[in-house]
């Protein structure tokens, strides 16, 4: 496993990291979880994900607990506030009141005395800018958190958060955690140049187009049995993958996959990781199994032959 720096923070992670969306403390059983994150953890993964409204905090009970016999120092935890946690009108967004109490809330059912990094999982319009930076410094200070970060914020409110923390001199963002994969691109047009230029990193999610680049579907068969596509629970983002021109190119991608004699999904990683500006990506792995595969990703450089070819099938 190869890491990476966040941003222009000290901080590495590993250039693969264990989410736990739709999954932990959700569909997938809990001794399989655990094994999962024990065996991403022996692979040298530091870096794992989770965030209070998955599974309504079930998700980070069960990170929590499977980290707890390690070093706390050895590996990278996040984890996230906006969405609603409650039928409460402050039980959503990013106040500082939300923000306080959640924090609190995950760090209990997490075991932990701090998180690494905690992200603001969406951008707040109801909410100045200022009251959740300054919450989140407060809380940097405090040491319940060591870095702060956006999920799936635009450039502009990415720009927004910058000059804010500039202005009052509080702490800056230094991670924003989009969706990125090779049919989900539009970071390329303005989140990266913003966020490279001012050292931010992206640590990406849905690197494998929600299980589409591994293969598993096709044109002749778009409902593998006991995939995601057949999961009431977990197929809501899957249709706008499953169609002809879609699963055509995915043809096309594994024979390039052959050729280098890596998985699709191995391939679909490697793409990701060829932008500098990107520190890690996040696969949902469910089984150890998946873990070893796609942490393989972390071992591919792709040429610029290949990733030309690449993009012409894209195109």
């Known amino acids: 496993m190869r890491y990476r720096r966040l941003g222009r923070s000290g901080l590495k992670v590993s250039e693969v990291s264990l989410g736990s969306w739709l999954t932990y403390g959700a569909s997938t059983e809990k001794d ?14 530091n870096s794992f994900d989770t965030a209070n409204v ?4 079930e998700s980070e009970k069960v990170v929590g607990e499977a980290l707890r016999p390690y070093d706390r120092e050895s590996y990278v935890l996040a984890t996230k506030v906006f969405w609603p946690m409650g039928e409460g009108p402050n039980d959503r967004g990013l106040s500082r009141k939300h923000v306080f ?11 932990e005395d701090y998180v690494d990094i905690y992200y603001c999982h969406r951008y707040d319009p109801k909410t100045p800018v200022e009251e959740t930076l300054r919450t989140i410094d407060d809380m940097v200070r405090q040491g319940k958190i060591l870095y702060a970060g956006v999920s799936e914020w635009t450039a502009q409110q990415i720009q927004e958060a910058l000059g804010t923390a500039d202005k009052f001199l509080l702490d800056k963002i230094v991670v924003n955690q989009p969706q990125y994969n090779m049919f989900h691109r539009y970071i390329e047009d303005e989140v990266l140049p913003i966020s490279e230029k001012n050292g931010i990193s992206q640590i990406v999610f849905s690197p494998l187009a929600q299980g589409v680049l591994t293969g598993k579907y096709s044109l ?5 049995a006991g995939s995601r ?3 009431p629970n977990a197929n809501m983002f899957m249709d ?3 169609n002809d021109e879609v699963l055509a190119k995915v043809e ?12 699709l999904s191995q391939l679909a990683i490697a793409w990701i990781l060829r932008q500098p500006g990107v520190a890690s990506t996040l696969v949902g792995s469910t089984k150890p199994e998946q873990i070893i595969e796609n942490a393989k990703g972390s071992e591919v450089d792709l040429s610029a032959e290949v990733i030309e070819k690449i993009e012409g099938i894209l195109s």
């Open 229 to 231: 596509a057949t999961d």
């Open 101 to 111: 109490e959640q924090l609190h809330a995950s760090l209990k059912r997490l075991g």
């Open 240 to 242: 706008q993958f499953l």
């Open 32 to 45: 399989s979880a655990i094994k999962t994150i024990e065996t991403a953890y022996d692979l040298g993964i």
């Open 252 to 263: 096309k991608l594994q024979d390039v996959a052959k050729d280098l004699e890596i998985s």
């Open 220 to 224: 002749n068969n778009r409902k593998a």
């Open 54 to 57: 998955y599974a309504t905090g």
